[in-house]
């Protein structure tokens, strides 16, 4: 197995002999044998054990175990205990899906915070098969059926070649200490009710089904990378940047698109959390009234007149906030929540009046400072530059025809509670130049790439 080890890791380019690696280690079969093999290899590495404080004592003894595992291979050695339930709790997730979320976030951590260049899980290739039905019953697309990635970012997985029984063969040869995992054998969790019946069950009818699967995840990861650089190409020509987390995309290029690449707009929205039948649900409101909301997570799809509208729920949500941002008569620029720059110019004979929506050009001694910037309120009205009267920001909108995107991301200037700015649509009356103006203030609004 020795020899497999190095070949794989060789063969996937998962690192070079050089570089110091930290193994994942819960104390189980499968992260000990993956230690020896490091050590027989001759490698470079040190130990990271993760408590998640879920299986009381158990869980300590697994922490004792391992650290007297690294001090006898006189290695560096890292450990950290968890609240686990009360953060699956606070983040709303199976405990799961919480301890997955905590490792790899402090095995991140680690990477950064000391000289190991990658980090090592033992999943093998048993794991793989696991975690293709898991998504399969899940309803994910080829990126989730694919299999387990040999490499991704600073996470490496060299047991990937490795069979369950030829680690447990292995771990028997060479008399590797470990510790059994209680929960292991039990059918609480869906992987494990994966592992002690489903995959029996196809070993009875089948005791090389694993070859095949071999097979089966080559072709599904040539199939999915070519629907991955599809997708890329299309979201290419479908998606239009309104912002740092905020997306449009145009419904008729949906259309255009539909059916033959549906796929493909699947995978564009799955890397927001969005899944195929909630796909399926926004691909139905395109012949409904605007207005209908998808979620996803931290994402929301607003669906418009002839757009649908991709951001951030905390964003999207903001609306009518009464977040304000001050602008004294000296300020520069700023960047949040809009950048814009600003600028005192004496008026003269030179001076030309720029008729462009992102710029506001108003007469200094009109302002009161200091000026603010914040979201629109109920009952706001202004008086827009080129109309006589005043009007509600709601009519404008409407009469704008603005889309709930556009109102949910407007801004506006204010000069001592007044409107002088709708930012990047309209100036006020009560601030305009005039042939009195003398000084101007102006300011740009730099617009989303």
Same mark, same amino acid.
């Given at each position: 197995?020795?020899?497999?080890?190095?070949?794989?890791?060789?063969?996937?380019?998962? =690192? &070079?002999?050089?570089?110091?690696?930290?193994?994942?280690?819960?104390? !189980?079969?499968?992260?000990?044998?993956?230690?020896?093999?490091?050590?027989?290899?001759?490698?470079?590495?040190?130990?990271?054990?993760?408590?998640?404080?879920?299986?009381?004592?158990?869980?300590?003894?697994?922490?004792?175990?391992?650290?007297?595992?690294?001090?006898?291979?006189?290695?560096?050695?890292?450990?950290?205990?968890?609240?686990?339930?009360?953060?699956?709790?606070?983040?709303?997730?199976?405990?799961?899906?919480? #301890?997955?979320?905590?490792?790899?976030?402090?095995?991140?951590?680690?990477?950064?915070?000391?000289?190991?260049?990658?980090?090592?899980?033992?999943?093998?290739?048993?794991?793989?098969?696991? @975690?293709?039905?898991?998504?399969?019953?899940? !309803?994910?697309?080829?990126?989730?059926?694919?299999?387990?990635? /040999? *490499?991704?970012?600073?996470?490496?997985? /060299?047991?990937?070649?490795?069979?369950?029984?030829? %680690?447990?063969?292995?771990?028997?040869?060479? +008399?590797?200490?470990?510790?059994?995992?209680?929960?292991?054998? !039990?059918?609480?969790?869906?992987?494990?009710?994966?592992?002690?019946?489903?995959?029996?069950?196809?070993?009875?009818?089948?005791?090389?089904?694993?070859?095949?699967?071999? *097979?089966?995840?080559?072709?599904?990861?040539?199939?999915?990378?070519?629907?991955?650089? =599809?997708?890329?190409?299309?979201?290419?020509?479908?998606?239009?940047?309104?912002?740092?987390?905020?997306?449009?995309?145009?419904?008729?290029?949906?259309?255009?698109?539909?059916?033959?690449?549906?796929?493909?707009?699947?995978?564009?929205?799955?890397?927001?959390?969005?899944?195929?039948?909630?796909?399926?649900?926004?691909?139905?409101?395109?012949?409904? /009234? /605007?207005?209908?909301?998808?979620?996803? +997570?931290?994402?929301?799809?607003?669906?418009?007149? &002839? =757009?649908?509208?991709?951001?951030?729920?905390?964003? #999207? $949500?903001?609306?009518?906030?009464?977040?304000?941002?001050?602008?004294?008569?000296?300020?520069?620029? %700023? =960047?949040?929540?809009?950048?814009?720059?600003?600028?005192?110019?004496?008026?003269?004979? $030179?001076?030309? %009046?720029?008729?462009?929506?992102?710029?506001?050009?108003?007469?200094?001694?009109?302002?009161?400072?200091?000026? @603010?910037?914040?979201?629109?309120?109920? !009952?706001?009205?202004?008086?827009?530059?080129?109309?006589?009267?005043?009007?509600?920001?709601? &009519?404008?909108?409407?009469?704008?025809?603005?889309?709930?995107?556009?109102?949910?991301? @407007?801004? %506006?200037? @204010?000069?001592?509670?007044?409107?002088?700015?709708?930012?990047?649509?309209?100036?006020?009356?009560?601030?305009?130049?005039?042939?009195?103006?003398?000084?101007?203030?102006? #300011?740009?609004?730099?617009? #989303?790439?």
């Amino acid at each position: 197995m020795i020899n497999q080890f190095i070949k794989y890791i060789n063969s996937q380019k998962l =690192s &070079d002999f050089s570089d110091k690696i930290l193994l994942t280690v819960s104390g !189980g079969i499968d992260s000990m044998v993956m230690v020896h093999l490091f050590k027989a290899s001759g490698f470079k590495f040190g130990i990271a054990h993760c408590n998640f404080k879920l299986r009381g004592t158990e869980s300590d003894q697994d922490a004792i175990f391992v650290g007297k595992a690294a001090r006898h291979l006189d290695v560096e050695y890292f450990e950290k205990s968890f609240e686990t339930l009360g953060f699956a709790d606070k983040k709303k997730l199976s405990i799961q899906e919480a #301890a997955r979320e905590l490792r790899y976030l402090w095995f991140d951590q680690l990477i950064d915070e000391t000289s190991y260049k990658y980090y090592a899980t033992a999943h093998h290739f048993d794991d793989q098969i696991e @975690t293709f039905f898991i998504n399969l019953f899940r !309803g994910t697309g080829t990126a989730g059926l694919r299999g387990i990635r /040999p *490499k991704n970012k600073a996470c490496v997985r /060299p047991m990937l070649f490795a069979k369950s029984a030829d %680690i447990e063969r292995f771990a028997r040869e060479k +008399g590797i200490q470990f510790r059994e995992d209680s929960s292991n054998f !039990g059918n609480k969790y869906l992987r494990n009710k994966i592992r002690h019946h489903l995959i029996p069950t196809m070993e009875n009818i089948n005791p090389g089904f694993r070859k095949g699967f071999e *097979k089966t995840f080559e072709i599904i990861r040539e199939t999915d990378d070519y629907i991955q650089k =599809s997708a890329k190409e299309t979201e290419t020509d479908l998606i239009i940047k309104t912002g740092k987390n905020n997306l449009r995309i145009p419904t008729n290029r949906i259309l255009q698109l539909l059916p033959e690449s549906k796929i493909l707009l699947f995978e564009i929205l799955r890397q927001f959390g969005f899944n195929y039948s909630t796909l399926n649900n926004i691909i139905n409101s395109l012949n409904n /009234p /605007p207005g209908q909301k998808f979620y996803a +997570g931290d994402y929301q799809i607003i669906r418009d007149r &002839d =757009s649908l509208y991709l951001s951030k729920r905390n964003e #999207a $949500n903001q609306g009518f906030s009464q977040e304000k941002i001050t602008i004294e008569h000296n300020t520069a620029i %700023i =960047s949040e929540p809009v950048q814009i720059s600003f600028e005192i110019i004496e008026r003269d004979s $030179n001076f030309q %009046i720029q008729r462009n929506k992102t710029i506001a050009q108003m007469d200094f001694d009109k302002l009161v400072f200091p000026l @603010t910037i914040r979201k629109p309120k109920t !009952g706001d009205y202004f008086s827009p530059i080129g109309m006589t009267g005043r009007k509600k920001l709601s &009519d404008f909108f409407t009469d704008e025809k603005f889309s709930h995107h556009q109102k949910m991301n @407007t801004w %506006i200037l @204010t000069s001592k509670n007044n409107i002088a700015w709708i930012i990047g649509h309209r100036i006020d009356n009560r601030v305009k130049i005039d042939h009195l103006t003398k000084v101007v203030f102006m #300011a740009v609004l730099k617009q #989303a790439d």
